[in-house]
T-cell receptor
Framework: AQKVTQAQTEISVVEKEDVTLDCVYETRDTTYYLFWYKQPPSGELVFLIRRNSFDEQNEISGRYSWNFQKSTSSFNFTITASQVVDSAVYFCALSGTNTNAGKSTFGDGTTLTVKP | KAGVTQTPRYLIKTRGQQVTLSCSPISGHRSVSWYQQTPGQGLQFLFEYFSETQRNKGNFPGRFSGRQFSNSRSEMNVSTLELGDSALYLC?????????????FGPGTRLTVL
């Protein structure tokens, strides 16, 4: 079985602070994909990033950055200079390609509140 | 391209009834997956269809079923509704099988069972 743990249930920051959302995963698959999604109050999950297990390069996209460390099975997400519009629930997800092919597993989500 | 669309957006049913939810994927996408989201259980995988075939199924009772049509549109059916079936049902589409591809989600259908 595969598992995704987002230990932080809720995080509250003040605008312009940096914030890191943690994601730890478990899988026996040798090839897998990791994702982050944002779910604003409207309810629709918005895709943010996809990373395969062979690509450990960190990625930066504007104020967003992701740190993938296979050695610690973590795929953390950092928002720099947070804004009120970043307030949402963020989900980390894992999709395997072997024993867990096609069965995407989501973490419980982290609710981020950015206060003005 | 238009995104994933789901109909209806809101639904109220009573226990024992059945319900059918519809999902139209992004044009060209052949894989459709369904998820149930509840406050207590989070996002749980229901099933995945690819080219009209169910490829994977989550741990849900047989009351939950689905199908995919030749145009990749998918329907999900829940029979003999229970109070615990109240949830946001999300549909996601991808070009390839979900194990290798990014899923794009629709706005969801919020089902309330009274």
């Amino acid at each position: 079985a595969q598992k995704v743990t987002q230990a932080q249930t809720e995080i509250s920051v003040v605008e312009k602070e940096d914030v890191t959302l943690d994601c730890v995963y478990e899988t026996r698959d040798t090839t897998y994909y990791l994702f982050w999604y944002k779910q604003p109050p409207s309810g629709e999950l918005v895709f943010l990033i996809r990373r395969n297990s062979f690509d450990e390069q960190n990625e930066i996209s504007g104020r967003y950055s992701w740190n993938f460390q296979k050695s610690t099975s973590s795929f953390n997400f950092t928002i720099t200079a947070s804004q009120v519009v970043d307030s949402a629930v963020y989900f980390c997800a894992l999709s395997g390609t072997n024993t867990n092919a096609g069965k995407s597993t989501f973490g419980d989500g982290t609710t981020l509140t950015v206060k003005p | 391209k238009a995104g994933v669309t789901q109909t209806p957006r809101y639904l109220i049913k009573t226990r024992g009834q059945q319900v059918t939810l519809s999902c139209s994927p992004i044009s060209g996408h052949r894989s459709v997956s369904w998820y149930q989201q509840t406050p207590g259980q989070g996002l749980q995988f229901l099933f995945e269809y690819f080219s009209e075939t169910q490829r994977n199924k989550g741990n849900f009772p047989g009351r939950f079923s689905g199908r995919q049509f030749s145009n990749s549109r998918s329907e999900m059916n829940v029979s003999t509704l229970e109070l615990g079936d109240s949830a946001l049902y999300l549909c996601a589409s991808s070009y390839r099988e979900t194990s290798t591809d990014t899923q794009y989600f629709g706005p969801g259908t919020r089902l309330t069972v009274l």
